[in-house]
């Protein structure tokens, strides 16, 4: 994780807000954080990530990058997202942030909207 690893003092709040928002949508998909809780590989997530969630995933790399995710689109390649995702979800921190969204949404797919 580039930016969202380095951040510090007021920055790090800032993207802590973007990143929570995005982690939150991606909480409320039943079917990726029972994948996620029941073990699925690094490289089922991802596939599961992309499949359903190509806007938070532009969003997210964007986030960690510094740039809009219209910046990030015209960068990326197919060859580039799996293993820019995989580095993401193996980061004991980012895995640590989603678990801790998971939780707040019960973990079950229902919003607290």
């Known amino acids: 994780m580039g930016r969202l690893r380095d951040a510090r003092g007021e920055e790090a709040l800032v993207l802590a ?3 929570i928002g995005i982690l939150g949508e991606l909480a409320e998909d039943k079917t990726l954080t029972e994948a996620l809780r029941g073990g699925a590989s690094a490289g089922e997530a991802v596939a ?46 980012f895995a640590a942030l989603f ?10 797919g229902s919003s607290a909207a």
């Open 48 to 93: 599961l990530l992309l499949r359903n969630h190509g806007g938070a995933v532009l969003r997210l790399l964007a986030l960690d990058d510094g740039i809009t995710p219209e910046e990030e689109g015209g960068l990326l390649s197919p060859a580039s997202v799996p293993g820019r995702l995989l580095a993401l979800l193996k980061d004991p921190g």
């Open 17 to 19: 807000a973007e990143l």
């Open 99 to 108: 678990g801790s969204a998971a939780v707040e949404n019960g973990g079950n």
